[in-house]
């Protein structure tokens, strides 16, 4: 078309103007719009908008119980699946890495207090070397069996956790000297 330089020019079409929204989809999901997108030859972003614009026309509701699904019926239900996966996933990670650590938490406080009442109320170490390995070869041997007890408690299911975990009632009394817990100073 040619225009006449007495014809004015037709006004400009307008432009739609695009806003970017930002979705995430299951990798299905994701595969089946392209794949779409494809057979029809067309963006996924034109197809995603016709679609969203659809069902708001439509009020976003079936008209019937027995209708099948519509496709943005179908998109909105796969990223609903999805998150709800991703979700329960996320709880059930969260929840084990609590118990880990709790555990983790707990023997790190057992096995502080127990040093530390040890090195606070203990007896001085013998002078003797010979005494002085004996005791060290006595001590290993029971700390090993308390190890060993500890596992076996744990392997049957056995857990302790207080109702309370900032309850400080199993701190161990000052020493006989009036130091307090966990300041001991012998040496081997």
């Keep these: ?6 014809q004015p020019a ?14 995430r989809l299951s990798q299905p999901a994701f595969h089946r719009l392209r794949q779409y997108a494809a057979a029809k030859g067309r963006n996924a972003s034109a197809i995603i908008d016709e679609l969203v614009l ?13 209708a099948p699904l519509s496709p943005v019926d179908r998109l909105v239900a796969a990223i609903d699946e999805d998150r709800a996966a991703r979700a329960s ?6 929840g084990e890495l609590h ?4 555990a983790v938490e707990l023997l790190s ?5 127990f040093v530390g009442y040890w090195f606070a109320t203990g007896p001085e170490p013998p002078k003797d070397p010979a005494v002085r390995a004996a005791l ?8 090993d069996a308390f190890a060993r007890s500890v596992i076996d408690h744990f392997q049957r299911g056995h857990r302790f956790v207080p109702a309370d975990p900032k309850a400080d009632s199993l701190r161990a009394p000052p020493s006989r000297d009036g130091r307090p817990p966990g300041r001991g100073g012998g040496t081997l």
């Design 99 to 102: 118990d880990v650590l709790g």
């Design 10 to 23: 037709p006004p400009p079409l307008p432009k739609v103007r695009r806003r970017r929204l930002g979705i």
């Design 89 to 94: 996933e996320i709880r059930t990670i969260r």
């Design 54 to 66: 659809g069902n708001l026309d439509t009020g976003g509701a079936r008209h019937a119980e027995s």
């Design 1 to 6: 078309m040619t225009l006449s330089p007495s």
């Design 109 to 113: 406080e057992a096995f502080g207090r």
């Design 136 to 143: 060290i070869r006595d001590t290993e041997l029971f700390f």
